[in-house]
């Protein structure tokens, strides 16, 4: 229910805080992999913090300026997506991803993002969507790449996490290049 379909056996959900338990199971199976890219891997650590990161997202889509959902491959939550930052007034977002490693290499979070970029340029008429990514985070780079966008500069020492300070590259497309057809991104 609330669906939208990714392809074979793939869809795109709503994540809610009646979810925290899959959320926590899933944060504990995937930490390794999460925890150098996304800073709340390091908070949700049980079913109460994972309630209160989608309570937050929760309180956050009421108030129009963010919202996540989950990832789900077969019926089982691979990864999420969320608009981090959603500002219908200045028409722009930023969106980011997660994807357990067992589901890379299908497409899944291009097909998420397109999705989602459809709807917040189509539908709710905004101008431009971000994409922030570590440096090293070639998967995430290549996402960026593949949805058309724009690498506009990098955001030296911009936050710390697990003791050290990290870079972020900002990677951009704007309303009227995501509606010109192209070969560097496809609206699945």
């Not at 944060?27 to 709340?40: C, F, G, I, K, S």
């Not at 970029?117 to 990514?133: H, S």
Request: hydrophobic share 45%; aromatic share 8%; glycine share 10%.
């Amino acid at each position: 229910m609330l669906s939208t379909p990714l392809g074979p056996g793939a869809e795109l959900h709503p994540l809610e805080p009646w979810q925290a338990a899959e959320l926590a199971a899933y944060t504990d199976r995937a930490r390794e992999h999460l925890e150098p890219w996304l800073p709340w891997a390091h908070a949700v650590t049980d079913e109460e913090s994972a309630r209160r990161f989608l309570q937050r997202y929760a309180d956050r889509q009421a108030a129009d300026d963010g919202r996540i959902y989950a990832i789900r491959l077969d019926g089982e939550l691979v990864g999420g997506m969320i608009f981090r930052l959603f500002d219908a007034a200045q028409g722009s977002c930023e969106l980011g991803a997660w994807l357990a490693p067992e589901a890379q290499g299908r497409g899944l979070v291009t097909r998420a993002a397109s999705v989602m970029i459809d709807w917040a340029v189509g539908v709710r008429g905004l101008a431009r969507v971000e994409w922030l990514v570590s440096p090293h985070n070639g998967p995430s780079i290549a996402v960026a790449r593949r949805l058309g966008m724009t690498h506009e500069g990098t955001l030296r020492s911009v936050f710390e996490m697990g003791g050290r300070r990290h870079d972020l590259q900002v990677w951009a497309l704007l309303a009227d290049e995501w509606r010109k057809p192209t070969t560097s991104h496809s609206h699945e």
